[in-house]
């Protein structure tokens, strides 16, 4: 399927089922360009996040970033920040494969 849609199509974004519990999202992720893990704030527990990106490793998935969904001001004020100087982080983090 990416064999085809690969030449007609400049980006193509691929949801999986969430990596834990599942084979095929480590399937996929060993053969896109680069992989994005979802976390919800307050959900996602954090050992979880990182047996996730051990997995990526193990099938050599360029891992190119951790999104945080849901978060909300009256969470904590750790979240805000991040949000309020995710700005100037993205200027001067250039991330590197491999």
Known sequence: MFAEANPEYDLIIVDSPPLLGF???????????GVVVMTLAGQ???NAVSSVISSLKR?????IGVALN????DMSDRYY???????????YYKPTKG
Do not use: I
């Not at 099938?59 to 891992?63: D, E, F, H, I, P």
């Not at 991040?82 to 993205?90: L, T, V």
């Open 23 to 33: 084979a095929e999202p480590l399937q996929m992720a060993a053969v896109v360009d």
């Open 44 to 46: 996602t527990n954090q």
């Open 59 to 63: 099938v050599k998935a360029n891992v």
């Open 70 to 73: 849901e978060v909300r001001k």
């Open 81 to 91: 920040y991040y949000g309020y100087y995710g700005k100037y982080y993205s200027k």
